[in-house]
């Protein structure tokens, strides 16, 4: 019965061994095989298309990165009208930027998660929140998103926050509601985008 075990073992990974050599030499080379292969190439990667760059002076984009995945986060207070989902008009900049982000070096599914501080009431911060990651999914479909990307929101309200609401001394950091009231975009970052 043992011998039979094993051997039922070894054909098996004998055969998931051949699946993937096949998988291997189907697909393209350049490409990881847990990516969808597409020949449809997004216009952003257009090489011969004139392409106005937009003003990143006023920016304020900041991003944290690993190997596969890229975090980008975008402070509410300069995107969004106060207390409200609407986006200022003109203040875009750190949109377009992370919009440029996402178009260059993002792949799959993108998540945007909107976040709040701790003032005010709890329920309504994590409504807000869901409605201006909502209100930044629009905005960047209606951009037009490269197809191999796809955008998801969340309201998080005051669940994750960046920076403790404490300092080591215990006292309350004044900072903590400002740098906790954010957008924050994740997703894994282009095979072609990183070689």
């Known amino acids: ?15 998931v061994v051949a699946c993937n050599n096949q998988q291997t030499d189907e697909s393209d080379a350049s490409m990881n095989d847990s990516i969808a292969n597409t020949n ?6 257009d090489l011969n298309a004139e392409v106005q760059e937009p003003n990143f002076e006023n920016s304020k984009l900041t991003f944290s990165e690993t190997n596969t995945q890229l975090k980008l ?13 609407t986006i200022k008009p003109g203040e875009q ?25 701790r003032e005010g009431d709890v329920a309504a911060n994590t409504k807000l ?5 909502i209100a930044v999914v629009k905005w960047m479909n209606n951009k037009g998103l490269k197809k191999d990307v796809s955008l998801s929101s969340q309201g998080a309200g005051d669940r994750f926050p960046m920076v403790s609401y404490q300092l080591t001394d215990g006292s309350p950091n004044p900072q903590a509601n400002e740098l906790n009231d954010r957008i924050e975009i994740t997703f894994r970052k282009s095979q072609l985008a990183t070689e």
């Not at 019965?1 to 990974?13: E, R, Y």
């Not at 986060?73 to 989902?85: C, H, M, R, V, W």
């Not at 929140?129 to 990651?133: D, G, K, L, V």
Request: proline fraction near 5%.
């Open 1 to 15: 019965m043992k011998i039979l075990k094993t051997s039922l073992l070894a054909l098996t990974l004998l055969s």
């Open 40 to 45: 449809n190439n997004p216009p952003s990667r």
């Open 73 to 85: 986060q975008l402070p509410n207070s300069d995107i969004f009208e106060e207390g409200t989902a």
């Open 93 to 117: 900049a750190t949109l377009e930027e992370a919009y440029k982000t996402i178009n260059e070096r993002g792949i799959g599914k993108v998540l945007i998660t909107g976040n709040s501080g």
């Open 129 to 133: 929140s869901a409605e201006r990651a």
